[in-house]
């Protein structure tokens, strides 16, 4: 029989693949809905003032046409604020919907911590999985920290799996969430690419690192170019750079270097960033694996990000990085200790969490997105809503004042989303007790003789340790405001003043 004539029978069309080939995102999708679960049971819970407050303006600005930066200050990248005002503009304003995007940012990290320790170790990966998602769950802040730590995470990861350009590409979203951690990003991602490159004969190192830098810079600058243009690179600088220097003494706390809680799982939680710091050091000085590298990096932007401010949230972002690098090097046993404490007081959190669910109520509010708040805001803040909307005609500004204007810790940019009303200010939380911040606020109450001020009572405790914490002798915003304006009802900590 000649080769012409031989005949080759057709492959059966309905031959059914293997399982693995079949379903091989199975198990991923599985685990980020189980993160989500963790961290989403409690995203309708409580308000945040200050973070929540700034976020939601920053959104409400953009969508009636502001520029960050050129009409409004604004301390991140645009990234966070830009996709709650989409998803505002498409839905209605709420605040539900950036506690989505906070659930998703959470299962991501967990996903990827589980990612880059099945790379290196993979009997650890479930173990890291479970720290993370426990982990990234709380505390829960609408700083933007968590969605940039998700693409810092990213970029690691695709850098370890050969593919620096991506890495460059995720380094510029996360920049695009918050400059520091997209820079962070951008040199794990060289490190690992470097290495990566060091022990294949046919790679330049050096080049080869330079390709996520590259990428990263130059998609981070088409990123941010409309915002340059719109405020001008020198507002962007002082804004995202410049100001974090100047303002450092108002905002830093000190390394808690004491324990000052009440049960066991306060001093875990306590102990932790000093768990955190031993498991960098101890993993540090060994030979670390182009992915292990690119992790310790990372973790020094966590460091600088933590001691920034050294609390709970700014500890955050540092303890996820180091549940990957606890699981995947060595001294095996001193990590697996720090990798089981971690595991144990994020469980310990959100056991916690589950069992504090009745001691909240829905807020009656149209924009609160369904939040269960204290009693005593459940009360007070629909009638302050209610009140305040009755004085203040749509479209016109109000104020919230701080209790005394020497000291503000804290500020409650929030009411101004939840009232519908705009701020007078430009900016949504400053400096109010610096001497020239009053004067500057006084002229701009002098201008827009706003119908109503809402005054916060709560904005004083606790004090920090730091300037924020401490008067600074100047009354000259009570002054104006006693002169000029009148109580005309109380809710609880908010007092609503009207013109004399």
């Known amino acids: 029989m000649s080769a012409d004539s031989v005949i080759v029978a057709p492959a059966p069309a309905s031959l059914p693949r293997p399982v693995g080939a079949r379903r091989p995102m199975a198990v991923p999708v599985l685990l980020w809905l189980l993160a989500a679960v963790i961290s989403g049971f409690t995203l309708r819970r409580n308000l945040g003032p200050v973070d929540e407050g700034i976020l939601m303006q920053a959104a409400t600005r953009l969508g009636s046409g502001q520029w960050p930066w ?29 506690r989505l995007f906070r659930v998703a940012a959470d299962a991501t990290c967990a996903l990827l911590v589980w990612a880059l320790v099945r790379g290196e170790r993979p009997r650890w990966a479930l173990f890291a999985w479970a720290a993370a998602a426990v982990t990234a769950a709380e505390p829960v802040s609408a700083n933007p920290a968590q969605p940039a730590l998700a693409f810092a995470l990213a970029a690691v990861l695709l850098a370890s799996r050969g593919r620096p350009a991506w890495a460059g590409i995720a380094a510029a979203a996360a920049a695009f969430w918050r400059p520091d951690m997209g820079a962070a990003a951008a040199l794990a991602a060289a490190v690992t690419t470097w290495l990566i490159a060091r022990s294949t004969p046919s790679m330049r190192p050096f080049a080869r690192a330079l390709i996520p830098l590259a990428v990263a810079v130059g998609a981070g600058a088409v990123l941010y170019l409309p915002f340059a243009i719109a405020a001008g690179p020198a507002a962007l600088w002082d804004a995202l750079v410049t100001q974090a220097t100047r303002d450092g003494a108002w905002w830093h706390l000190p390394f808690p270097d004491s324990f000052s809680g009440s049960d066991p799982l306060d001093f875990l939680r306590w102990l932790l960033p000093y768990a955190a710091l031993l498991a960098v050091i101890v993993a540090a000085p060994r030979k670390p694996s182009p992915t292990l590298a690119g992790l310790l990096v990372l973790a020094l932007g966590g460091i600088a990000y933590f001691l920034s401010r050294a609390d709970a949230e700014h500890a955050q972002t540092l303890l996820l990085i180091v549940i990957a690098i606890a699981a995947i090097a060595e001294p095996r046993a001193i990590l697996a200790v720090i990798l089981a404490l971690l595991l144990i007081t994020g469980a310990g959190n959100r056991a916690s969490a589950l069992l504090r669910a009745s001691q909240l109520e829905p807020l009656h509010v149209a924009r609160a997105g369904g939040a269960r708040v204290s009693p005593e805001d459940a009360t007070n803040l629909p009638k302050l809503v209610h009140a305040v909307q009755r004085l203040v005609p749509p479209g016109d500004p109000i104020y919230v004042a701080p209790a005394r204007s020497d000291i503000v810790p804290f500020s409650d940019p929030l009411l101004y989303f939840l009232a519908d009303r705009p701020n007078v200010l430009h900016r949504d939380f400053l400096l109010q007790a610096k001497p020239e911040e009053q004067r500057k606020i006084v002229a701009a109450l002098q201008r827009a003789h706003p119908k109503a001020i809402i005054r916060w009572l709560d904005s004083t405790n606790p004090r920090e340790p730091n300037r924020r914490g401490r008067s600074t002798g100047s009354r000259a915003l009570d002054g104006y405001i006693a002169a000029n304006y009148v109580q005309q009802a109380r809710y609880g900590p908010y007092v609503v003043l009207v013109p004399r």
């Open 70 to 98: 050129r009409d409004f200050s604004w301390a991140y990248g645009p990234g966070q604020p830009l996709v709650v005002m989409a998803a505002g503009k498409l839905f209605g304003p709420s605040l539900l919907w950036w």
